[in-house]
């Protein structure tokens, strides 16, 4: 790590990131990734749809199928993050980097909300969520970024706790298309888990309230914890507003309110990108009198004595 501009700095941190550690592991020839929602070119017999939603060189194949299969792509994707995230957190030994375990294990949980919230619209728009099938478990290492087409040629793999790893992996994940500062090659379409609900969010639109079944309410998962502000709230889908209420949830716990505002609202923490990278540069993201944003406040200790020796990917198998 000695060679990580790591300093109060967020743009010298967030440049290096995206122009060493993210571009780098992205697929020369996965500019454009297989998206159930968009096909490569524009119609131009279908301006309304076009403009709606105003994609990247794509054009919209927004139809109820279309949308539970990237639906039932989100659910797997919030699967995907959670051994990888888990195995993180517990090979943290006790009462040892205690502010990393827990803004781990505050992201897990909001993880395994976003996997309810999705498989909550899926249900209500008709769909069956499939999480129990083998074919559908993740497996690691894996090379092919995150499902529905979401940073493809990520790799990603299962690890011990490591500064590295939060970087490489984790950062990686959750970044945002927007934040506080410039992204380097502004013609990379770089899809993020943020885009996907995006799209999702303007194909439900599109299609309107006559695709949710009312009926389907009873089905969904309602979230135990009602504490204001603790976890976030599951929202019982059966309108186009209500789906948009959650995703819009997950937007925000990832990616922070918007580029200039990197913190939730609801639960007041900073969106989960910005959470793995306090870890990374051991310093807490603080909002300075001129509003702008450095991670130059309390210090947040990492010690990687603490850490239980763990072999990478490890399996039943091996």
């Known amino acids: 790590l000695k060679n990580i501009p790591f300093k109060s700095d967020p743009e010298t941190q967030d440049s290096y990131f995206n122009k060493v550690v993210n571009y780098a592991k992205l697929k020369a020839d996965a500019r454009h990734p297989p998206r159930p929602l968009f096909a490569l070119g524009f119609d131009k017999e279908d301006v309304k749809t076009t403009n709606i939603f105003k994609s990247y060189g794509y054009i919209p194949l927004c139809n109820i199928s279309t949308l539970q299969e990237q639906l039932q792509n989100a659910v797997l994707l919030e699967f995907y993050t959670l051994p990888l995230y888990l195995t993180s957190m517990y090979t943290i030994v006790e009462n040892c980097n205690t502010e990393a375990y827990q803004a781990i294990r505050d992201i897990v949980m909001q993880e395994m909300l976003h996997l309810v919230q999705s498989a909550n619209i899926l249900i209500s728009i008709g769909g069956q969520v499939i999480i129990d099938d083998p074919n559908y478990v993740p497996s690691y290492p894996s090379e092919d970024g995150l499902p529905g087409g979401v940073l493809p040629g990520l790799e990603i793999s299962l690890e011990r706790f490591n500064l590295r790893h939060v970087y490489d992996t984790m950062m990686a994940i959750e970044t945002p298309i927007l934040t506080f500062v410039a992204r380097p090659d502004p013609e990379f379409t770089l899809y993020t888990i943020g885009q996907l609900y995006k799209e999702i969010s303007l194909c439900i639109h599109y299609l309107g309230n006559d695709i949710f079944d009312a009926s389907t309410a009873e089905r969904q998962v309602?979230?135990?914890?009602?504490?204001?502000?603790?976890?976030?709230?599951?929202?019982?889908?059966?309108?186009?507003?209500?789906?948009?209420?959650?995703?819009?949830?997950?937007?925000?716990?990832?990616?922070?309110?918007?580029?200039?505002?990197?913190?939730?609202?609801?639960?007041?923490?900073?969106?989960?990108?910005?959470?793995?990278?306090?870890?990374?540069?051991?310093?807490?993201?603080?909002?300075?009198?001129?509003?702008?944003?450095?991670?130059?406040?309390?210090?947040?200790?990492?010690?990687?004595?603490?850490?239980?020796?763990?072999?990478?990917?490890?399996?039943?198998?091996?």
């Not at 990832?254 to 505002?261: A, D, F, K, S, V």
């Not at 009198?289 to 210090?299: L, V």
């Open 222 to 318: 309602r979230w135990p914890w009602t504490e204001p502000g603790s976890v976030g709230t599951v929202h019982v889908v059966t309108d186009v507003a209500s789906a948009k209420h959650g995703i819009a949830q997950i937007v925000e716990q990832g990616e922070g309110e918007g580029p200039l505002i990197p913190n939730q609202v609801a639960t007041g923490q900073y969106g989960h990108f910005y959470r793995f990278e306090e870890i990374v540069c051991q310093r807490r993201l603080v909002q300075k009198d001129d509003n702008s944003y450095a991670y130059d406040g309390a210090p947040i200790d990492y010690n990687p004595s603490g850490v239980y020796a763990m072999r990478d990917n490890p399996s039943s198998d091996t």
